[in-house]
């Protein structure tokens, strides 16, 4: 992977930690410009708001649509370090965005290759590139899956 993404996800890490200390399950997600540039940032907020929809890449994409002063986010790439679920996967899909790049599979609700493949699927009219963890630095990668580990051991005991 190259020190772009590597960074990225280390910006995404960042952003999980911003929810782990707000009690919230520690997703984070980042949107690059076709620069490589952070336009957008999103942590998992649900908790804090109590809204469904505060999952880490849908606030992350709007922050970098207002950025960009459009819904169209071609060009641009979404840096997660979960895996996202069908709510995400889908956003994902409609902001047209090119790339995912994500840090952790999430086998029980990833919808990006593990559970489902929903930004694949050829009867959509856009598909972005993925780039799912084994195409990403071990070390990052073991990061995001880590973040995630410890705040569920914790949770349950």
């Given at each position: 992977m190259n020190h772009a993404l590597d960074a990225a996800l280390r910006a995404a890490l960042t952003e999980g930690e911003r929810a782990l200390a707000a009690g919230d399950v520690p997703v984070g997600a980042v949107v690059l410009d076709s620069e490589g540039a952070i336009i957008g940032r999103g942590h998992n907020e649900r908790e804090a708001t109590g809204d469904p929809t505060g999952h880490a890449e849908v606030l992350a994409l709007r922050a970098a649509a207002r950025t960009r002063?459009?819904?169209?986010?071609?060009?641009?790439?979404?840096?997660?370090?979960?895996?996202?679920?069908?709510?995400?996967?889908?956003?994902t899909v409609l902001s047209r965005v090119d790339r995912l790049v994500y840090g952790a599979r999430d086998p029980k609700a990833g919808a990006a290759g593990s559970l489902w493949d929903l930004v694949r699927d050829p009867r959509?009219?856009?598909?972005?590139?993925?780039?799912?963890?084994?195409?990403?630095?071990?070390?990052?990668a073991a990061d995001?899956?880590?973040?995630?580990?410890?705040?569920?051991?914790?949770?349950?005991?």
């Open positions: 002063g459009e819904w169209r986010l071609s060009g641009c790439t979404l840096v997660v370090t979960l895996e996202p679920c069908v709510m995400c996967a889908g956003a959509l009219n856009h598909r972005p590139e993925v780039v799912p963890p084994d195409l990403v630095g071990a070390e990052v995001c899956a880590g973040l995630l580990t410890r705040f569920f051991s914790e949770r349950r005991g």
